[in-house]
């Protein structure tokens, strides 16, 4: 690695107009000084691409597209991108000054490793300044990329003290790996991310953790993410991703703990497409009893738990679809 890469970070956007500004100009203000920014409108409606032009540089790249998603957008900054790092960062969130600069220094004699800060959250107009990462279980990173996957998927309920989620702008990323492992999947609408970096961390020799620099993830309570949606399309997206990441994981190792750990996922995934796509959800009970699933049914309010007891987790989810409608 040499010893001032570019680092290129790319940008996602669709009708972020509220929030595109202070996202672009943290990423401006990377204190890390060889970098391009590259801008990406995925046909917006708003004037989220006025916004963006406004910030054309020879720092910052805006290129534009017609509505395909955020993946496809991801992929043609890929397409633009000259640097040896990569930076993902969501249109509304934002990136402490040396977050990038933080992790740079940390890869230095880790070739084909990955960069991974903290990430704090906080709420849509409250200030993110004040926001606490919390302590997560991979401070240590690791050497080990299937080890580390699998932790990250098993949740408390398989292994104690694991689990979680990384949110992507979490990671910097050699180019070289992601090149490696191949671009972002344009046929997944959720959990395209979560599939993408189970392929990227696979293709690392590693994970090298930043105790400096945070990731800001702007958390909305009243907006349904594309990631939270519950459509047709949304779950058969969910199931697909499942299903490519226990591929990806089993090409590499026979730990009989997968099926453990996707059972879980693939449950959840029922619980939830249940009482709306019934089909669906009998699909994805159908997987998770093929991987003898034994954990937790349901867990949700008080009544709502009381109402599994009594009559099993159908009823409830059925009490739970009529009363707020998901």
């Known amino acids: 690695m040499t010893d001032n890469p570019l680092v290129t970070i790319i940008i996602p956007v669709y009708n972020a107009e509220k929030y595109l500004r202070q996202t672009i100009e943290s990423a401006v203000q990377q204190t890390w000084d060889n970098k391009e920014v590259i801008v990406v409108d995925d046909g917006s409606t708003d004037a989220s691409l006025t916004i963006a032009k406004q910030y054309e540089s020879d720092i910052v790249k805006v290129l534009s597209q017609p509505n395909k998603g955020a993946s496809t957008a991801r992929n043609m900054g890929l397409r633009h991108a000259k640097g040896s790092f990569i930076q993902f960062l969501d249109a509304d969130d934002i990136l402490s000054p040396d977050k990038i600069s933080a992790q740079v220094h940390d890869l230095y004699g880790y070739d084909s490793y990955l960069g991974l800060s903290k990430t704090a959250y906080f ?78 961390i696979l293709a690392s020799n590693g994970i090298r953790y930043s105790s400096n620099g945070t990731n ?78 034994c954990g937790e049914h349901y867990h949700a309010g008080p009544f709502t738990n009381f109402l599994t007891k009594l009559f099993g987790w159908r009823l409830a989810r059925v009490f739970t679809y009529i009363r707020h409608g998901f």
Request: with cysteine; proline share 4%; aromatic share 14%.
């Open 216 to 293: 800001y993830y702007r958390k909305f309570e009243n907006r349904q993410s594309l990631s939270a949606s519950r459509t047709k399309k949304s779950f058969d997206s969910v199931r697909h991703a499942i299903d490519l990441k226990v591929s990806h994981l089993k090409n590499r190792t026979d730990n009989p703990l997968i099926d453990k750990i996707f059972a879980r996922h693939y449950w959840w995934a029922g619980v939830s497409s249940y009482p709306r796509f019934k089909n669906i959800s009998a699909a994805f009970i159908q997987k998770a009893k093929a991987l003898n699933y």
């Open 123 to 200: 709420n849509n107009g409250d200030n993110y300044k004040n926001a606490i990462a919390p302590k997560e279980w991979f401070i240590n990173g690791s050497d080990d990329p299937v080890d580390f996957l699998m932790k990250l998927y098993a949740g408390n309920e398989v292994m104690k003290g694991y689990g979680g989620m990384i949110q992507p702008n979490a990671w910097l990323t050699p180019k070289k790996v992601i090149d490696k492992a191949g671009g972002w999947n344009e046929n997944l609408t959720v959990d395209d991310d979560g599939e993408f970096f189970c392929r990227v």
